[in-house]
C-alpha cells in the first residue's frame, strides 16, 4: 500500500494518519452505534419500567413479531406505497421532464422555474409540514382556489387523503434533486451525437427513446437509488405533517420505529424494525447496483 | 409557425408549473406581514412586521442563533475531518476501500429513527445532551457520505498537479491548500452545504436531545409552538418560519454555480 | 446541375453577421475542403448545409433542389463528426445500423449494407464490440462506415483528423481520399490543416471571417492566392510576404524596390506589362514561396535576382533545412535541401526566378494579375 504510493504521501504519512483519526473514530463511533441496535433487536430492553434496567435477551422473538404483530407489515405498505409513488413516479418523472423541457427555455423562464423547484428543495422540513397543512386546511389555498369554486363540500383534506398529500408533499420537496441531477445527466450527453442522430432521421421522440435514455441509464439508475432510499426512510415531514396519522394511514416505517421506540418504549422491537428496514434498502441498492452495471 | 406555437403552449405550462410550485407560500406571505393573522388565506386588512420583530426578539432570537451555532459547527466540523481523511482515501491503494466506504453508506441508512435510541444513551451518559452533542452525532452520521462524496472529487484532481506541487517543495498542508481543496471547490461546496443543511433543518436529534425551550433550535422551537393548537399566533408562526427558511435558502443561492457543478458530479460518480 | 450550390448564403446570431453571402458552385463528385483559421465560419457553413443550422438568408441547394426548409435526415447528406459522435450504448453494428433502421431498411438489407460497409474498413472483426473497446483510428473508420451505408450523394466531414495522432491521421488521409475516389460522392470537408486541405481537395475554399477569399483548386490556391490573406494562411512555412513599391530605372524597365533596410537596397526586375506600370510608385506587397529561393552558390545566373541578409535561424526537419532570417517586422523563410551548408549567423545570398513571383496590391491586398507568376 505504501510502497506503491506518491513520495510525498510516503513523506507525510505519519500526518496523514493523524489527520485521519478523527474521521476513523466517528465511523468506528457509527459502527458502534449500529452493532447496538442490532445487539437490542435481539433483547426486550424498553425505555422506561422494568424492562429499562432488567433486560434480557429474547433471541429472534422480535422479529418474529414483526411478522405475527398487527403494524409491521401495514407500515411497510404505507412505506412503500408512499416512497413508489412520491419518488419513483413523481420526483423521478417530473424532475426528468422539468430538465428536458427547461434546457430549450429562454433564460429568465428557466431560472424562476428552477429557482420555485428548489425553493421547495431548501425548505427546512419543518416550515414545508407547516405550510402544507395550512394550504389543505378548511378555508386553506386547495379549498379556496379548487373546492369551492366547483362547489365541492369544504373537508378536511389531510383526515380524508393522508397519504395522498404526505405522497404530494414529498414530490413537491423533492422533485428539485432529480431535476438537478438529469440536468446535468443531459449535459453530459455530447452534442454531436444527438446530431448525428438528427442526420441518421431520428424525431425526437425516438432521439429521447434510442439514444438519450440509454446513455444516462446510470444516472437514472443513481437517482433512483438516492430518491428510494431517501424516501424509504424520509421522516420529519410526514412526522411533522401528520405525525403518521390518522390512525396509522401514514404511519411509514421511520415513524413506526419511533412510535414503538419513544412512544411505546420497545426499544428492542424498535431496533428490530430498524434492521429490517437496513435489510430492505440493502436489497434496494444492491438491485439498483446491478442495473448500473454496464453489459459486457 | 407550429414550432412557435408549440413551444408558447409550453412556456405557458411550465409558468403554471412553477405558480403551483410556489402558491402554498401565499399562506406563509399574508399570514407573516398581516398583525392579526388569524391562520387563514385572506388579503390582510393592515400590513406589518410586527410579526417579524416578535420573531426576532427574546427566545424565538435565541433559537435562531441557537441553529445558527448548531449548523456551523456541524459544517464545520465536517467538513474538516471528511477532507483529512477523504484525501488518503483516494490517494492510496487501501484495499476494498470502495466496498467500505459503500457498506458505511448503507449503514447510514439505517433510520435515523433508528439508531437514535444508542446515541441518546452514548450522549447522556457523557453529558451531551446538547447542541453540540447534536453537531456531533449529525457529524457522525454524515460522514461516511460526505468522504464518499469528496473521495470523488479528490479522484478527479489529476495527480500530475500534485507531483508538480510536490517537485516545487510543497509541504502536504500547502499541496491540500493550493491543489486539492481549489481543485475540488465544487465538491466541498457541496459537502459544507450538505452539512449545514442538514443540521439546520434537523429536527429529531434536537427534539430527543434537548429539554429546555430557550435551548432548542428553530425547528423543534416552529414544532413545538404549532404542536400547541389551543390558541395559536398564526403571525407569529408565519414570519417565525419565514425567518427560520431565509438561511436555508439563501445559502443555496449563495453558493448555487458551486453546487450545481458539485451535484452534477455526485450524478455522474454515484 | 450542380452537385452542391450556395447562393448568398448567410447566417447571423441576432444581430451578429458570421458568415456574409457566401457563394459556391460544388460539381458532382468533387471533394471539397473549406479551410481557414478558427472562427471564420467553416464549420457553420457545414453545419448549414448539414440541416443543423439555420439559414439566415440566401438559399442552399443539393442536385438542384433548394434544400432550406428539408429536414437534415432528407437532404441525403452523411455527416462524420470531429468527436466522431458514436452511440457509446449501440455495438459497431447497430450504430452503422440505427439510421437504416430508423427509415425502415428491410433487415437483410441492413445486414448486407452494414457488412459490406465494415468490410471495406476492415472492421469485420470489430462488429460487437462497443465503442469504448475500440481505438481512436477504429471508432474513426465506424463514424466513416455509419456514413457510408446511408449511400449519401453528399458527404460531409467536420475536421475527422483532428483527434487524430500523426501517423494515424496521415494514413487516414489516404484512406478518405481513396473513398473517395471510389464512391464518386461529392465531398464537404471541413479542417484548419492546409495540408489535409492541399492534399484531399479538387478544390479549396478557402474562408476568413465568414467570407470566402478563393475558391480553386490546391495547384492554383498555392501559386496564384488570390490575396495576401490566402498568401499567408496556405503553405508551411508561409510564402514570405515583403513590402515594396514599384519604380522604373532610367532605362525605362520597371522594377520592385523592397522596403526593408535588413536586405539594403534590392531591386527585383519586374516584366514590364501595363499592370504594373499603371501602379508606377505605389506600394505592392511582394510575395515569394520558400521553396523558390536558393543559395547563391548552388547557381550563379545572372538573371536571377539576388536577396542578401543574415541567417538568424536554421529549422532541420529532415528532407529540407529551413532558414529563417528576422527582420524587425516579419520574417523571411527559405527552403534549401538537406545538404545545405548553411548555419545560424551566415550572411548568404540567396537567388531566385523573378519570374515565379506574386504581387498584391498592398491597400486591398488583392493579388495583382499579369503574366509574371508561374
Redesign the interface.
Known amino acids: 500500500?505504501?510502497a506503491?504510493?506518491?513520495?510525498?504521501?510516503k513523506?507525510?504519512w505519519p500526518?496523514?494518519v493523524c489527520?485521519?483519526i478523527?474521521?476513523?473514530l466517528?465511523?468506528g463511533?457509527?459502527?458502534?452505534?449500529?452493532g447496538?441496535?442490532l445487539v437490542?433487536s435481539f433483547t426486550d430492553l424498553s425505555l422506561f419500567g422494568r424492562k429499562a434496567t432488567e433486560w434480557s435477551f429474547i433471541g429472534l422473538e422480535n422479529y418474529e413479531r414483526l411478522f405475527t404483530r398487527r403494524g409491521f407489515l401495514e407500515s411497510l405498505w404505507v412505506t412503500v406505497i408512499f416512497t413508489f409513488f412520491s419518488s419513483i413516479i413523481g420526483q423521478n418523472i417530473l424532475g426528468f421532464v422539468?430538465a428536458g423541457?427547461?434546457r430549450?427555455?429562454p433564460g429568465l423562464?428557466r431560472s424562476?422555474?428552477e429557482?420555485?423547484?428548489?425553493?421547495?428543495w431548501?425548505?427546512?422540513?419543518?416550515?414545508a409540514a407547516?405550510?402544507?397543512s395550512?394550504?389543505f386546511?378548511p378555508?386553506?389555498?386547495v379549498d379556496?382556489?379548487i373546492l369551492q369554486p366547483l362547489s365541492i363540500e369544504t373537508r378536511n383534506l389531510i383526515n380524508d387523503h393522508p397519504l395522498l398529500i404526505v405522497i404530494l408533499a414529498n414530490i413537491?420537496k423533492g422533485t428539485a434533486?432529480s431535476y438537478?441531477?438529469y440536468?446535468?445527466?443531459l449535459?453530459?450527453v455530447?452534442r454531436?451525437?444527438s446530431?448525428?442522430?438528427?442526420?441518421?432521421?431520428?424525431t425526437p421522440m425516438?432521439r429521447m427513446f434510442?439514444?438519450t435514455l440509454?446513455?444516462i441509464?446510470?444516472?437514472i439508475a443513481?437517482?433512483c437509488?438516492f430518491i428510494t432510499?431517501g424516501s424509504f426512510?424520509y421522516?420529519?415531514l410526514i412526522?411533522?405533517l401528520t405525525g403518521g396519522g390518522p390512525g396509522t394511514k401514514t404511519q411509514v416505517?421511520?415513524?413506526f420505529?419511533?412510535n414503538e421506540?419513544?412512544s411505546v418504549g420497545k426499544?428492542g422491537y424498535?431496533?428490530a424494525?430498524?434492521?429490517a428496514?437496513?435489510i430492505i434498502?440493502?436489497i434496494m441498492?444492491i438491485f439498483y447496483v446491478r442495473l448500473?452495471r454496464e453489459p459486457k | 409557425m407550429q414550432d412557435t406555437q408549440k413551444?408558447y403552449t409550453?412556456?405557458i405550462i411550465?409558468?403554471l408549473?412553477?405558480l403551483i410550485?410556489?402558491?402554498?407560500?401565499?399562506?406563509?406571505a399574508v399570514n407573516a406581514v398581516n398583525p392579526e393573522a388569524d391562520?387563514?388565506?385572506s388579503w390582510p386588512n393592515s400590513v406589518g412586521f410586527q410579526n417579524f420583530a416578535e420573531a426576532m426578539s427574546g427566545q424565538a432570537g435565541g433559537q435562531f442563533m441557537n441553529s445558527l451555532f448548531l449548523s456551523i459547527l456541524t459544517s464545520t466540523l465536517t467538513v474538516?475531518?471528511?477532507v483529512?481523511?477523504a484525501?488518503?482515501l483516494s490517494?492510496?491503494?487501501?484495499?476494498g476501500r470502495n466496498a467500505f466506504l459503500w457498506a458505511?453508506v448503507?449503514?447510514?441508512?439505517?433510520?435515523?429513527?433508528?439508531?437514535?435510541?444508542?446515541?441518546f444513551f452514548?450522549a447522556k451518559s457523557t453529558g451531551m445532551l446538547n447542541l453540540v452533542g447534536v453537531a456531533i452525532a449529525i457529524?457522525?452520521?454524515n460522514?461516511?457520505f460526505t468522504?464518499l462524496l469528496l473521495k470523488n472529487f479528490f479522484d478527479t484532481v489529476p495527480?500530475e498537479l500534485?507531483?508538480a506541487a510536490?517537485s516545487e517543495g510543497?509541504?502536504?498542508f500547502q499541496?491540500m491548500r493550493n491543489v486539492m481543496l481549489p481543485m475540488s471547490r465544487a465538491g466541498i461546496a457541496v459537502v459544507w452545504f450538505f452539512s449545514f443543511?442538514t443540521a439546520?433543518?434537523e429536527?429529531?436529534l434536537p427534539l430527543?436531545f434537548v429539554r429546555k425551550t430557550a435551548d432548542f433550535p428553530?425547528?423543534v422551537g416552529?414544532?413545538a409552538s404549532?404542536g400547541e393548537h389551543s390558541s395559536v399566533n398564526y403571525g407569529f408562526?408565519a414570519s417565525y418560519?419565514i425567518l427560520?427558511?431565509v438561511p436555508?435558502?439563501a445559502?443555496?443561492?449563495l453558493l448555487r454555480r458551486n453546487l450545481?457543478t458539485g451535484?452534477?458530479g455526485?450524478?455522474?460518480k454515484? | 446541375m450542380s452537385g452542391v450550390s450556395l447562393r448568398n448564403v448567410r447566417k447571423s446570431y441576432g444581430n451578429h453577421e458570421v458568415i456574409h453571402g457566401i457563394d459556391l458552385e460544388i460539381d458532382p463528385g468533387d471533394f471539397i475542403v473549406f479551410v481557414g483559421p478558427s472562427g471564420c465560419g467553416k464549420s457553420t457553413l457545414l453545419r448549414m448545409i448539414?440541416?443543423?443550422e439555420g439559414i439566415t438568408d440566401g438559399t442552399i441547394s443539393i442536385e438542384g433542389n433548394v434544400v432550406n426548409d428539408v429536414p437534415?435526415?432528407?437532404r441525403g447528406?452523411?455527416?462524420v463528426?470531429?468527436?466522431?459522435?458514436?452511440?457509446?450504448?449501440m455495438t459497431v453494428q447497430q450504430n452503422m445500423a440505427?439510421?437504416l433502421k430508423?427509415?425502415r431498411t428491410p433487415i437483410e438489407r441492413i445486414k448486407e449494407t452494414v457488412g459490406a460497409a465494415a468490410k471495406s474498413l476492415q472492421l469485420d472483426s470489430y462488429i460487437d464490440r462497443f465503442p469504448k473497446a475500440l481505438s481512436g483510428g477504429q471508432r474513426q473508420r465506424v463514424a466513416i462506415g455509419?456514413a457510408i451505408v446511408?449511400e449519401p450523394k453528399v458527404f460531409l466531414f467536420d475536421e475527422p483528423l483532428s483527434n487524430l495522432d500523426a501517423a494515424l491521421r496521415n494514413q487516414t488521409r489516404i484512406e478518405i481520399a481513396r473513398l473517395h475516389r471510389s464512391m464518386d460522392a461529392t465531398m464537404i470537408y471541413v479542417t484548419h490543416d492546409q495540408i489535409e486541405a492541399l492534399t484531399l481537395a479538387t478544390k479549396i475554399a478557402v474562408l476568413k471571417d465568414g467570407v470566402l477569399q478563393q475558391f480553386a483548386t490546391p495547384d492554383e490556391i498555392y501559386n496564384r492566392p488570390a490575396n495576401v490573406f490566402v498568401a499567408g494562411f496556405m503553405g508551411a512555412p508561409p510564402m514570405n510576404l515583403i513590402d515594396g513599391t514599384i519604380e522604373e530605372t532610367a532605362d525605362g524597365e520597371l522594377h520592385i524596390r523592397l522596403a526593408r533596410k535588413e536586405l539594403g537596397d534590392v531591386l527585383i526586375p519586374l516584366k514590364n506589362v501595363p499592370e504594373h506600370r499603371k501602379r508606377l510608385g505605389q506600394p505592392v506587397v511582394f510575395g515569394l514561396r520558400p521553396e523558390a529561393i536558393s543559395l547563391a552558390a548552388e547557381s550563379s545566373d545572372a538573371s536571377l535576382s539576388k536577396i542578401e541578409c543574415k541567417i538568424d535561424y536554421v529549422e532541420v526537419t529532415g528532407a529540407d533545412r529551413i532558414t529563417v532570417c528576422d527582420f524587425s517586422e516579419g520574417r523571411m523563410f527559405a527552403r534549401l535541401p538537406a545538404g545545405a551548408d548553411v548555419s545560424e549567423g551566415d550572411q548568404v545570398t540567396f537567388h531566385f526566378n523573378a519570374d515565379n513571383i506574386s504581387l498584391f496590391d498592398k491597400d486591398t491586398g488583392l493579388r495583382i494579375e499579369s503574366a509574371q507568376n508561374a
Not at chain 1, 115 to 120: N, Q
Not at chain 1, 122 to 127: F, G, N, R, T
Not at chain 2, 21 to 28: I, R
Not at chain 2, 91 to 95: A, F, T
Request: proline share 6%; charged share 10%.
Open positions: 500500500m505504501l506503491s504510493a506518491h513520495p510525498w504521501l513523506r507525510d500526518l496523514l489527520l485521519s478523527p474521521a476513523i466517528a465511523v463511533l457509527l459502527l458502534y452505534m449500529a447496538w441496535v437490542m422539468l423541457t427547461l430549450n427555455q423562464l424562476s422555474i429557482s420555485a423547484v428548489i425553493l421547495g431548501v425548505l427546512p422540513d419543518v416550515v407547516f405550510l402544507w395550512a394550504t386546511t378555508n386553506g389555498l379556496l382556489a413537491w434533486w438537478i441531477l440536468s446535468a445527466a449535459d453530459s455530447p454531436e451525437v446530431e448525428a442522430a438528427k442526420v441518421d432521421g431520428a425516438q434510442f439514444i440509454p446513455m441509464k446510470s444516472h443513481t437517482n437509488l432510499i426512510v421522516f420529519p412526522f411533522a416505517l421511520s415513524i420505529v419511533y421506540s419513544f426499544l424498535g431496533s424494525i430498524s434492521v428496514m437496513l434498502v440493502a441498492s448500473l | 413551444s409550453t412556456a411550465l409558468a408549473i412553477a410550485w410556489v402558491s402554498p407560500f401565499s399562506w406563509l391562520g387563514s388565506l474538516i475531518i471528511a483529512f481523511a484525501y488518503p490517494r492510496l491503494k487501501i484495499p458505511l448503507l449503514l447510514r441508512m439505517l433510520p435515523a429513527t433508528g439508531v437514535i435510541v444508542p446515541i452514548t457529524t457522525m452520521l460522514l461516511p468522504l495527480v500534485e507531483e510536490y510543497a509541504s502536504f499541496i443543511t439546520w433543518n429536527f429529531l430527543i428553530m425547528s416552529l414544532f404549532f408562526l418560519s427560520y427558511a436555508a435558502v445559502v443555496y443561492f450545481n451535484f452534477a455526485v450524478g455522474v454515484g | 448539414a440541416g443543423l437534415s435526415p432528407q447528406i452523411s455527416m463528426f470531429q468527436s466522431y459522435a458514436l452511440y457509446p450504448h440505427f439510421g430508423l427509415r455509419r446511408r
